[in-house]
């Protein structure tokens, strides 16, 4: 670059790094180049190519959970952005704080309509709580600070955290003018409410009382302090049905999860005299069916809020406790390894033989699939974050466990991944292979859309025709996940019994980078 | 199901199928069932399963551009259409006639919030022509033939001819009244405007003429007319850069391409007096430089339009013929097949061995890399259609095959790919699988993203440092399209020589499903 000041682009990577932004999952087109050369340039910002968008949001998703703070994406104008989409629903769903990067044509080639203009801002906003177009290269790097401190400031659920800032090509290539870097940022909760905690306290809590959780009510001093109220008052404690992150595990308080299927949790939500809500929504049934209501608290269980999402609610249950004279810890779960099952391989002797193997501190990104019923066996044998398929947008799983990876190089993830979700954001693999990231990938490999079966009779069909049947079919033909991960460079090993799931589990923990066990359930 | 009038879904699909839909490329989900219920039930609609939306919306496209009528896809609220939008672009682009059936959470249940719940209007607006979200049962069948005729009603560019209609489940589910099935549809193309072709005639036509065309131009009528032209009057005749389908070879009259760098397409149009637009554009730079214009036409070329692109260009061209006193046929292209080359592959062998061997009326999908090369030697050897990536958005031209072999079964269709652009769908390969169909894919494996790196070289850098390097380049870890193709069930085999290349392609001509060829270029 043949110019005395910095250009736009080179402000605008200057900010974000100054705010803090140390990755950047990319995959950059023509619009993007000045930026590309700005992060060349910058030692202090971390590229990672991925070969599809949908991996770079569910991966900068997967960092903000594990980080708390913002990843960046760097995508091509409204295409690339719009491949992001089902990952930044997902994201939203979550609250994780995250920046996309938009490159757009410059701002005088818009009207001219080229190929690739799209109205960006018009598909980043069902999934973005902030969007800006830069007008100007000497705004960008201030553009650039807004957006993370759009990305940190706390909002109302659904809200999210999301922040898409667009930057025309001219603004990247023209003088740019750094942004003062003695700004400060938000915190990304905001305080708890004090009414809250005396109304939740005045009002009691016994054994008829359940906590539902989630935000940061799930953090280590959230789970710790709601361990604390339930050994004081005997209340329930459970976590939302798909939050977005749970730290747990032995040493910690027990805490369990509501069921998915409404009837399920109106079993649960019976004989609840009062619910209270910690960075939680009340219970809602995931899909509306015919014979079941959409709001599944009962009619006679009265409703608290202790914090909303975007409030401190472990900071308010920490509060909360002390109030109501709750001692110093609560009982905690024992850790239990479970012994290694043997024969045919199921979902069940999947999680059993996780639970008996995983290493301590590791964290599990769950999708769609038998994942997630894991989740009792794990709570009992190891800490972990948890990190849940928030916005039911299949093909997170992968990519959020490799921003996991990113965000925490000295912790072993695993991807419980269902086979269709698995399919549809496949080339996370590639990145976790360039990167060498400790991502164990579990494929439950059922060879169909399990769910889409059950639901299918629900609708009282019992008779599925052949037609119905091949959209939710998986086989023809079927699916050799061994060699879809080599193809990418992952090494892994096909599984049909548990002796065989965890030699090769074994061998995936030995190992340095990447593995993927295809689990024949 | 058990109710005596038939559910809002069974008259969705029945107006769909009388409105002349025969396809549905689909990935339901729980909100999608009562609609996969009423498809069981209909043979008049073929279910094809994608494993992404990315590929039902890129294949609806694909279909479309070959039948000149719209398939429908089923997708899972705005999470499955948001994955589907970078093809939805490349359709938008294309004028392509296209259906977008989007399940929704049922009416009373979307205030509730859930988590998969998505401005779905707001998702499907920048890509689509007409919305709507049916409010009830009983006005599904009309919604439904109102969605077609949506699709194909003639509208200017860009605003594409993408229907999408947003079926909340309630609406699925409830009591439907079937739409009246003896209304009309309009015809895809508004009548050419004769004083457009007068305007066009009297200004004349010589050599320093340009026939720039695309839409229905680019039909075997509106290039045989443009031949006679070309005959008659000297004019030169082009293709866009990106047309969304040319009808060419032997037999017909030659016609040329733009080529895609601005200040390549300055030069073409250097010498032009007069162009004339046939449902094409004036020419614009695909992205915007620093040294370059926008608008690329020359200030002294004198700019005249015969058809807009949702007029009927052949006719006007016929027409224009016919008032200039062309004869009834110009030159027309003698078939040539290249000798087959020999000795280290490239992309121009891979250009003579594919014109050497295609079969007559073949199809060919591009993508980004190699495959447009191609075009030349092609049209010089067999009788094709080209479907070109119209709006910029790489992933296009697998999915893109898949549809026109689903609309064109008795022909074999060519998915010419760079490595890049077929990593981003690479699941159209399992739909061909499955649906057995002779797709044969060529994967110009060059590991890079090679446009990137003429690209950035362009900004006058010469030295690309590591961390940018990373970004533009595919390797490590190398893809194995061979074993990435197998695993989805489709075989197929590397070629690093002519002579591999031209065996394996005899294999793939010889099958009669799907194969894929990595071609080391």
Chains 1, 2 share one sequence.
């Not at 398929?389 to 490799?402: F, M, R």
Request: charged share 20%.
């Amino acid at each position: 670059m043949q110019q005395n000041s910095p250009n736009g682009a080179h402000t605008l990577i200057r900010s974000l790094t100054d705010a803090g932004v140390e990755v950047c999952l990319a995959n950059p087109g023509t619009s993007e180049m000045h930026m590309v050369e700005a992060i060349d340039g910058t030692p202090a910002l971390r590229p990672v190519l991925c070969l599809f968008e949908g991996v770079c949001t569910g991966a900068a998703d997967g960092y903000g959970r594990m980080r708390g703070a913002p990843a960046m994406t760097l995508l091509h104008l409204g295409a690339g952005l719009g491949n992001g989409i089902a990952n930044l629903h997902n994201a939203r769903r979550a609250g994780t704080p995250l920046v996309n990067v938009i490159g757009e044509h410059a701002v005088h080639h818009v009207p001219y309509d080229a190929p690739l203009t799209a109205d960006i801002e018009g598909i980043a906003r069902p999934v973005s709580s902030w969007v800006r177009t830069s007008r100007t290269a000497d705004s960008l790097g201030d553009d650039a600070w807004d957006a993370v401190a759009a990305a940190l400031t706390p909002r109302p659920d659904p809200a999210g955290s999301i922040a898409t800032l667009v930057v025309p090509a001219d603004c990247a290539w023209g003088p740019g003018r750094p942004a003062p870097s003695n700004r400060s940022l938000p915190q990304r909760y905001r305080a708890f409410d004090d009414a809250a905690v005396a109304s939740v306290a005045a009002a009691g809590l016994d054994a008829g009382t359940l906590l539902l959780m989630d935000g940061n009510a799930l953090t280590e001093a959230g789970v710790r302090a709601a361990g604390r109220l339930a050994a004081r008052t005997g209340c329930r404690v459970l976590t939302t049905t798909f939050p977005a992150r749970v730290d747990s595990g032995p040493g910690l308080p027990a805490i369990g999860r509501l069921p998915y299927f409404p009837e399920q949790i109106r079993e649960v939500l019976s004989g609840v005299s009062t619910l209270v809500l910690v960075g939680a929504q009340a219970p809602v049934s995931f899909f509306a069916y015919q014979q079941q209501p959409s709001d599944l608290v009962p009619a006679d269980t009265r409703v608290l809020r202790l914090a909303h999402r975007h409030e401190d609610g472990a900071g308010a249950l920490a509060a909360l406790a002390d109030d109501l004279g709750a001692g110093a810890e609560g009982p905690v779960v024992t850790a239990v390894r479970p012994e290694l099952p043997g024969g045919a391989l199921s979902t069940r002797s999947v999680s059993e033989i996780l639970a008996a193997l995983a290493p301590d501190d590791c964290i599990v990104a769950s999708d769609s699939g038998g994942g997630g019923a894991a989740v009792p066996a794990m709570q009992r044998s190891v800490r972990h974050a948890w990190l849940h398929l928030t916005g039911g947008a299949i093909g997170q799983g992968g990519p959020a466990a490799v921003g996991a990876a990113l965000a925490c190089p000295d912790r072993t993830v695993f991807a419980l991944l269902g086979d269709g979700g698995a399919m549809y954001t496949n080339q996370f693999l590639w990145t976790a292979a360039r990167e060498q990231l400790k991502v164990v990938t579990v494929v439950y490999r059922n060879r169909r859309y399990g769910i889409l079966d059950v639901e299918y009779r629900r609708l009282g069909i019992n008779e599925v025709g052949e037609r119905a049947a091949s959209l939710f079919d998986l086989s023809r033909p079927d699916i050799d996940w061994v060699a879809l991960a080599a193809s990418q460079g992952v090494p892994g090993a096909r599984a049909d019994t548990c002796e065989d799931f965890a030699a090769a589990l074994g061998r995936a923990l030995a190992s340095d980078g990447p593995y993927l066990i295809e689990a024949v359930v």
